[in-house]
């Protein structure tokens, strides 16, 4: 018995390593905090596109060809939408519109995003805790040569093709860690940066207030792995961003970025020859196979992870 596994996620990179945890770890041993950055309202409904992958990860209905959505899902209702008049550019499916009907039921009926999250895993029979990084409103807003634009806008109907000048996330000084995750930043003895984007996902979670001095004087080991492999975004547009905003599109930009919040990090065994420059910034580094296609991949990175954090796994 440790204080526990605290992982920090956001998007498709995340989800898979998550899964992977939620394989090796005991579920009172892990709790996975998204990011709520993306969350939009389509259709009048409250939709968390990260909290979303993560949840049908772990509850087996994950789309693996596109990472988000629910396999197999149908796009009738969003048809008879775009109809009536509505934009169909967010391809939300039939069985992923119940989820979002469901949340905002909860949430107009007065349950916390964290609540609401928690009664969908209880019944997607997800043991493991799921939390939102804040129960308060924050939107990522992307500025570009094109104005400034709400992040799903940016992502999905504009295809990342604008170029980026900053990101901003909005209400994030008025926002508090959600219970859950103030209650892990407690108590948990080790931190995992998932293999997410670092501007897209990670940075809306630490630009809620205390959130990065906490992590910065976490009191366990804390342990990334890194998204860029071979100087590219596994997949998104990590890379693209990290030029735009200046960054070094490579393992150790993303080193650079995570300085001071991490202990080990984890490069694909690729980039294996910049292990020396990431470990001058204070890091252990470890190269390993990170690409995780299939779920043996990702409970090997997860138990990877673990090993290298001293935490016991599930027998
Ligand atoms: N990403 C897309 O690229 N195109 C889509 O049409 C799309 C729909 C969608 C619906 C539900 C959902 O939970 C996620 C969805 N995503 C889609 C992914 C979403 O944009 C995520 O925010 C990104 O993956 C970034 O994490």
New binding site residues.
Partial sequence: MTGGVLALA???GGAKLALGLSKVLPADELTIVVNTG?DATFHGLH?S??L??VMYALAGLSNNET???VAGDTFNSLGQLERYGNPAW???GDK?LATHIRRTELLRNGSTLSEATGSLCASLDIAIRIVPMTDDPVHTMVETTEGELPF?TY??REQCRPVTLAIRYDGAERARPSPGFLDSLETASHLIICPSNPF??VDPILAVPGVRQRLEKFAGRRLAVSPIVGGEAVR?PAGKLMRELGHEVSCVGVARYYQGLCDIFIIDEVDEGCASEIEALGMKVHAAPTIMQNDDDKERLARLACHLLGVPLAS
């Fill in positions: 956001g998007g498709v993306d939709v596109p990260d979303d992958t990472g988000w959505g967010f391809n939300l992923d799903q992502f999905v897209l996902s998104g």
